[in-house]
């Protein structure tokens, strides 16, 4: 990668995004429900035009600020490329499957070194400290499993304990990335298909179901499933690095899979993690109250299976009323096990083969639902009645309620909920949950009741 050419580009592109600020600044000043009715319509489309294209100049900006150093030009850097798998889905995407170490000098980057993310075991010890509400919302497994760390949808958090347990066995790493099959399907799109040795050719079509299903159908050696995913990601890797005819729709699957939550960058160097900040790509939990509310409800398996490859989801939220700056909201989580009739016949690693006692074929999910900053969560009911649920846990400021489920094969789980916000939390409400197998943005922001 040329960084001369990265560089040469940061002073046209900060150009371009200071003027589409003052454009947008400009435009703000009018208001087009004054105009006449002809008007109206193309200054909203102008305004939304001018938008869009701040946003994303915005984050070529950041993304020129920072590269040139996250690409090594003042020295080799590490970094931790983690495939999700969202077969066993876990807050952040997914169970981590290959782990790949990849190295950037000067702009050469290469893999140098790839494991699978089972072979780290279970620490007798968390790696690194956990709070009293992690513990207790997530156990003890969160710190001294690798598989687990992404029971929190808070990469950064999720970043640090990976980074903490490779380095107990390998090198220093300056950072981690993740990606997942759904983003690789995208990327399949740009590049054309892949020959991966072990199964049929990966395309856009096909690669969700052949890395999240059939590739156990057709292995039934862990050991077996995790070199053909090794060759996968290094198959995949050397092809996106090799480039395509279409560059740019290459740059439109990354987007949209940065868009779904599904791919995110953490750097451990705090100038770089200071630009990445608040961005969709940082993939951060807010801790610190903001005019805006989030609300999340995040999904973990606890099957030991890979029986999410049939899970749908969808999260709704109605923000009902607004009261001296505190709105109350409603959520609602629906949950769909598509697995069929007689998905207990599937292979055991699939099913679990009843080890923590969930019957083969169903699946056993996990939600925590977490507030907003400063509110509270209640009324939890599950397909219409009430339950009970452990009392909220308060991490750093967010209420955290856990609601298990058993799904069966083609049942249907309706949790609703109510929340109140923090005070002065008047702004629209940011909702979010985890990327599953479907290829669509499940995040949304609802409109206030301030309004």
């Excluded at 075991?121 to 400290?129: A, K, Q």
């Excluded at 690798?146 to 949808?153: H, I, K, V």
């Excluded at 899970?311 to 959520?331: I, P």
């Excluded at 599937?346 to 900053?373: C, H, K, N, W």
Aim: charged share 20%; glycine share 8%; aromatic share 8%.
């Amino acid at each position: 990668m040329d960084l001369a050419l990265v560089e040469s580009m940061r002073e046209p592109v900060a150009r371009g995004k200071a003027a589409f600020e003052d454009a947008q600044k400009k435009l703000s000043e009018h208001d087009p429900a004054g105009f006449t009715g002809r008007l109206q319509g193309p200054y909203r489309d102008a305004v939304s035009q001018v938008d869009r294209a701040s946003r994303a100049l915005g984050t070529a900006d950041t993304a020129l600020e920072i590269m040139p150093t996250m690409l090594g030009a003042e020295g080799s850097r590490n970094y931790l490329l983690v495939f999700q798998n969202n077969a066993e889905i876990r807050a952040g995407g997914g169970l981590p499957g290959a782990v790949s170490l990849v190295e950037a000098n000067a702009g050469r980057v290469s893999l140098t070194r790839q494991v699978a993310a089972s072979s780290f075991g279970r620490t007798d010890e968390p790696v690194l400290p956990l709070t009293d509400a992690e513990d207790e919302i997530w156990n003890r497994q969160l710190g001294t499993f690798f598989l687990d760390a992404n029971f929190t949808p808070d990469f950064p958090r999720t970043a640090e304990l990976w980074q903490a347990r490779w380095e107990q066995e390998y090198e220093t790493v300056d950072g981690v990335l993740t990606v997942d099959p759904v983003t690789l399907s995208y990327l399949l799109g740009a590049t054309g298909p892949i020959e991966v040795p072990g199964g049929p050719a990966l395309t856009s079509e096909n690669a969700v179901d052949e890395l999240l299903h059939q590739v156990y159908l057709r292995y039934e050696d862990p050991a077996d499933q995790d070199a053909y995913f090794t060759a996968v990601a290094a198959a995949v890797f050397d092809r996106f690095l090799a480039g395509s005819e279409d560059p740019r729709t290459m740059i439109e699957a990354l987007a949209r899979g940065t868009d779904e939550g599904r791919v995110k960058v953490h750097s451990f160097d705090d100038a770089e993690q200071a630009a990445l900040a608040g961005s969709r790509i940082a993939g951060e939990l807010v801790f610190s109250p903001t005019a805006d509310p989030q609300v999340g409800a995040y999904l973990n398996d606890v099957t030991g299976a890979k029986m999410s490859y049939f899970l749908r989801h969808d999260v709704q939220v109605t923000a009902n009323s607004c009261v001296d700056g505190v709105q109350r909201l409603t959520g609602r989580a629906y949950l769909l096990s598509d697995a069929p009739e007689n998905a207990a016949s599937l292979p055991d690693y699939v099913t679990g083969a009843e080890i923590f006692g969930i019957s083969a074929g169903s699946q056993r999910v996990a939600m925590q639902i977490i507030g907003p900053v400063g509110g509270a969560i209640s009324d939890v009911q599950f397909n219409g009645a009430e339950i009970v649920t452990p009392p909220a846990v308060d991490l750093e400021g967010r209420p955290v309620v856990t609601v298990l489920m058993d799904l069966e094969p083609k049942f249907t789980a309706d949790v609703e909920w109510h929340m109140t916000t923090g005070s002065n939390q008047t702004g629209n409400v940011s909702v979010e949950t985890t990327a599953g197998i479907e290829p669509e943005k499940k995040d949304r922001t609802v409109p206030s009741a301030c309004s």
